[in-house]
């Protein structure tokens, strides 16, 4: 099982350094003390520091206790014509996902994490037809295995935003469409995260299909890089307003579905019947 990307410490880190909240500004607004919030950013789970801090840093409380406690995982994700491949980057785990339309056997890769092997085996088992690579950002563990897996399909073609332009990949701009084979897929800007970073929601497999890169984990999302504010924006805009059944696609830790994030997610806490 692939383990969840982000626990309370991680998040509420997150949420500080996104604001610029210092231990000692979320003292003085909460009236906890700093050393119990030094001890929860440790992963220490008391409810009452956690009822107290959350507002302060626009989180759900009660989501960031499940968080804190680690006892909620997202429902399995069976979707045919889409797969998962989660390989290890140094000390940590990278996904990078392979779509296609098994009434014709056209398929796109989205990024090629650290080691493209998998994908290249599923391709080749399922005898597919790999047309091109679609980046969702050009950090270095998404996009490590570029050169093995352009080289395994000579005329396959790459692209990434034109707001993260790279040597070996041509520009496509914000609201780009294309098709895999009879599949739909519209490009969306959810940066943030990463100056352009893309979100690609494919529509015409059994369910809607959003891969998010970064933009959005389960139960949490990428760090604000560039602006935690407008990573926050743009999932609103561009991920939130996806169908409840869309099965969201991340770069780290397992696939979710938007109905899941909205219940679960403590960085909205707008979705949330407390
Ligand atoms: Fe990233």
Redesign the pocket.
């Known amino acids: 099982m692939i383990s969840i990307e982000d626990f309370l410490e991680d998040i509420v880190g997150k949420a500080m350094r996104g604001q610029r909240i210092s231990v000692q500004d979320l003292a003085t607004k909460s009236g906890i003390s700093s050393s119990s919030i030094a001890e929860l950013l440790e992963g220490r789970v008391d409810e009452e520091t956690i009822t107290s801090i959350a507002p302060h840093l626009n989180l759900d409380s009660k989501s960031l206790i499940i968080s804190g406690r680690k006892s909620w995982y997202p429902e399995p994700v069976n979707v045919q014509g889409l797969e998962m491949y989660n390989t290890k980057w140094s000390d940590m785990y990278v996904n990078s996902y392979l779509v296609w339309d098994r009434s014709n056997r056209t398929a796109v890769a989205f990024d090629t994490g650290a080691d493209s092997q998998q994908l290249i085996d599923t391709v080749h088992s399922n005898n597919l037809n790999l047309e091109s690579i679609y980046l969702t950002?050009t950090?270095t563990d998404?996009i490590a295995d570029l050169a093995r897996l352009k080289s395994s399909f000579p005329s396959i073609r790459v692209y990434v935003s034109e707001k993260e332009p790279i040597k070996e990949a041509e520009l496509i701009e914000d609201g780009h469409n294309f098709s895999i084979g009879n599949l739909s897929v519209n490009s969306r800007l959810t940066w943030g995260?990463?100056k352009g970073g893309l979100t690609y929601v494919i529509n015409g497999l059994e369910r809607p299909v959003a891969i998010v890169g970064?933009a959005l984990f389960a139960g949490s999302m990428?760090g604000g890089v560039v602006s935690y504010m407008d990573a926050l924006k743009t999932n609103r805009k561009y991920i939130f307003t996806l169908p409840d059944h869309t099965v969201i696609c991340p770069?780290h830790g397992p696939m979710s579905s938007i109905g899941e994030e909205k219940k679960n997610n403590p960085f909205y806490p707008e979705f949330k019947n407390n």
Do not use: A, E, T
Request: proline content about 0%.
């Open positions: 950002h950090h998404h995260h990463s970064d990428g770069g």
